[in-house]
């Protein structure tokens, strides 16, 4: 099963030109089965799109992007109250603060944060190792090789998941990049178990709409 672990919409982010018409459009028309949705310290979309996109059929994962000096993260989890308590830009989650049922993805980690004006160097893996379930390796706008290899050594050696996503603020980048999961996933709960588990893998490239059940 296939999922775009990485997305925003507006107005939750203000970046983004994909509104609630759109996202709804797009998923039913490629018959997706399930995306993330992660704006930046934002759930309010997450709370308006989940019932609207699970009327057509399509689950929403939960999750919130926040900007810091580590980097930026997406934390996921079925909590909305949890992730509700996330800002855009704020200090790292400490080790052994983050809730059990989430799992936190160090998005486009060579790229540093984009809110918080971080920047990545050598090293810093050893600062974010602890609370980081997964690295993302194909983020949408960053596919430049240093980006996707950094990633990759990252990802190696934290011994973590790695993840896609489209990070998309455009409804033509959703799915560029996305995640792989070897079974059927039903709740954000089993994205976070997936992700625990690193059986999850990263796919990069446009995907063309398959039937419904057969999924991208």
Not at 35 to 47: I, K, S
Not at 77 to 88: C, E, G, I, R, V
Not at 146 to 152: D, G, K, N, Q, S
Request: glycine share 8%.
């Amino acid at each position: 099963m296939n999922v775009d672990l990485h997305t925003h919409t507006y107005p939750a982010s203000t970046c983004s030109r994909i509104t609630y018409r759109d996202y709804i459009a797009w998923c039913t028309a490629q018959q997706v089965e399930a995306v993330a949705l992660t704006n930046h310290g934002d759930v309010t979309d997450n709370r308006k799109l989940e019932h609207a996109l699970a009327a057509e059929g399509v689950l929403l994962i939960h999750g919130v992007e926040v900007s810091t000096m580590l980097g930026d993260l997406v934390v996921l989890s079925p909590d909305l109250d949890y992730l509700a308590t996330f800002k855009d830009v704020q200090e790292a989650p400490r080790p052994g603060s983050v809730a059990a049922d989430a799992a936190v993805v160090w998005v486009h980690p060579a790229a540093g944060g984009g809110r918080s004006g971080s920047s990545y160097y050598p090293g810093l893996e050893r600062l974010a190792g602890p609370i980081i379930d997964a690295v993302e390796v194909y983020n949408g706008s960053w596919l430049d090789d240093r980006f996707v290899r950094t990633a990759e050594q990252i990802a190696d050696q934290l011994g973590v998941a790695r993840t896609g996503g489209s990070d998309a603020h455009e409804p033509d980048g959703l799915m560029t990049c996305f995640t792989e999961f070897p079974d059927p996933i039903r709740s954000t709960a089993d994205v976070v178990d997936a992700l625990k588990r690193r059986v999850t893998v990263p796919h990069r490239g446009a995907v063309k709409a398959r039937r419904r059940f057969g999924l991208f």
